[in-house]
């Protein structure tokens, strides 16, 4: 296994943008990388709560502290949670205006997932894993076309009960896509004979009704504990 710190590394990258120092409570800061980890406290050896994208903003809530070489800056509302902590290597001031959302920015994902059988923190693993959570365009993808924040096909969104009109227009909006992968989870979950969390959600998701009892998306499921999720996120 690697050490901490240069696994910390290896997934972040290197970048030149740093904040540090202090700024004012309620200063809006954006991330100037993808694949950040923010965590429920300052310092490596605290949980990963989310992955962030390059682009996304969010208010810097006052708090800071310095630990395993890093200035880490409390960030509130960030992915469903209410406080999290990023280091400041990653991080640069930007316009309030960025800040008027929970999550703007260029590209970066609007709006709120739906509700139902999948966590909102399992959700976001999958959306961040499947496309940096943004709405991508539809691209061929194993013999198929695969859409928008959660690469959904068109067998898929039937299976979800068709929302949104088209497939496109659903994948490429955050709400309706979530609520495609909900209730497609809703209606196979229980046949699955699998266990009701979000290893079984995200292998599901990956390899249809009875994904979960595939092997084959194991490595999926490893993606998605890289986002930060575990069996019971």
Same mark, same amino acid.
């Given at each position: 296994m690697l050490p901490k710190l240069l696994c910390f590394f290896l997934l972040v990258g290197i970048t030149s943008a740093s904040l540090s120092g202090h700024i004012a409570s309620g200063t809006c800061v954006c991330l100037t990388t993808s694949g950040v980890h923010a965590r429920n406290g300052a310092g490596l050896s605290h949980s990963v709560v989310a992955t962030l994208g390059s682009g996304e903003c969010y +208010?810097? $809530?006052g708090g800071t502290l310095t630990h395993d070489g890093y200035h880490w800056y409390e960030l509130q509302d960030v992915h469903g949670h209410h406080r999290v902590w990023v280091a400041g290597n990653f991080l640069s001031v930007s316009s309030s205006s960025h800040c008027s959302g929970s999550s703007t920015g260029s590209g970066a994902a609007v709006g709120t997932f739906a509700t139902g059988v999948v966590s909102q923190h399992c959700l976001q693993c999958i959306c961040q894993h499947e496309s940096g959570c943004r709405p991508l365009g539809c691209s061929w993808d194993v013999n198929s076309n695969s859409c928008g924040y959660f690469q959904l096909k068109q067998v898929y969104w039937e299976d979800c009960h068709r929302p949104g009109?088209?497939? @496109? @227009? #659903?994948? !490429?909006? +955050? $709400? #309706? !896509?979530?609520k495609c992968v909900q209730d497609y989870m809703a209606r196979y979950i229980g046949h699955s004979g699998c266990a009701h969390n979000c290893e079984s959600y995200a292998r599901i998701h990956n390899g249809g009704p009875k994904g979960c009892q595939h092997s084959y998306t194991l490595d999926y499921w490893n993606g998605i504990r890289n986002e930060g999720c575990s069996a019971n996120s």
């Open positions: +208010k810097f $809530n009109g088209s497939l @496109a @227009a #659903c994948a !490429a909006d +955050k $709400n #309706c !896509a979530s």
